[in-house]
């Protein structure tokens, strides 16, 4: 692979892992807020936190990876 | 030449063993971890939780999710060969997640207006930070021991398991916090 399509790949890997971390930001400030306001409302909160860990897991964690094979590039 | 490439493709074979190992540790952590989340629950309910300060578990969460956005970069950076971009993303999660148990065991564990003995709510308060405290510890650990190794320039593009093993612990401490937040800081009113 050249210099240039390897670069492009590594800001584009950055660019996930910046947006990502936006949105897990945007998710924290509302759990904080919500929980604030209405500390008994447990369903949304939870929801909020099943939904961090998804994306924590799917694009942080690269859970696919483990279901690729021997052969297969990394990521 | 053959030899490299029988080395590069017994690499990868290993590879594959190697995360499902660490996968299925990261399981089997996680069953613990679930087991306190759960106790949490059924002890507490959902009408109260520890009288702790919000705004505390709110900065401390904030920075173990950057410490994982950090992490993601130095990863990525040794994925795509940028030894320079690894080297300060690793230090940087180094730092967070030092600041992190600062806040929690340094500060939180202070200012509490409860001792680990005594009632219910406050044992698993110091139970469930304390145990993900050491796991963060732990991690602390190993990045400084990848970081180490990584300015020895032990890592390449093609080899790094290490780096890939620490990030994915890393997350996954990262991960049974997002859990943990909610339930010992926002769920419920204070228990006076």
């Known amino acids: ?75 | 030449m053959t030899t490299h490439v029988t080395t590069i493709a017994d690499y990868r074979r290993k590879l594959s063993i190697n995360r499902l190992g660490l996968w299925l540790f990261i399981l089997s952590d996680a069953f613990v971890f679930g087991g306190l989340f759960v106790s949490r629950f059924y002890l507490l309910g959902t009408g109260v939780r520890p009288e702790v300060n919000q705004f505390l578990g709110f900065a401390v969460t904030a920075v173990l999710l950057t410490s994982s956005f950090f992490m993601n970069r130095a990863e990525t950076a040794m994925v795509h060969g940028d030894r320079k971009l690894f080297l300060n993303s690793t230090l940087m999660t180094f730092l967070l997640g030092t600041l992190f148990l600062v806040g929690v065991v340094g500060l939180e564990w202070q200012i509490a207006p409860f001792g680990p003995g005594d009632d219910v709510v406050a044992s698993l308060f110091y139970t469930m930070t304390g145990f993900h405290a050491f796991h963060v510890l732990t991690g602390v650990i190993f990045l400084a021991i990848v970081y180490r190794n990584g300015r020895k320039g032990l890592y390449t593009a093609e080899r790094h398991w290490a780096v890939e093993a620490c990030a994915v612990y890393w997350h996954f401490v990262d991960v049974v916090w997002i859990f943990f937040y909610p339930a010992l800081y926002l769920i419920g009113k204070p228990l006076l």
């Open chain 1, 1 to 75: 692979m050249d210099e240039n399509a390897l670069n492009e790949k590594k800001k584009e890997a950055l660019r996930l892992g910046a947006g990502v971390m936006f949105l897990l930001a945007v998710f924290t400030l509302g759990e904080y807020w919500l929980g604030s306001v209405a500390s008994v409302w447990y369903v949304p909160l939870l929801g909020i936190a099943v939904l961090k860990a998804f994306l924590v897991i799917r694009d942080y964690m690269h859970l696919p990876r483990l279901f690729a094979g021997d052969e297969e590039e990394h990521e």
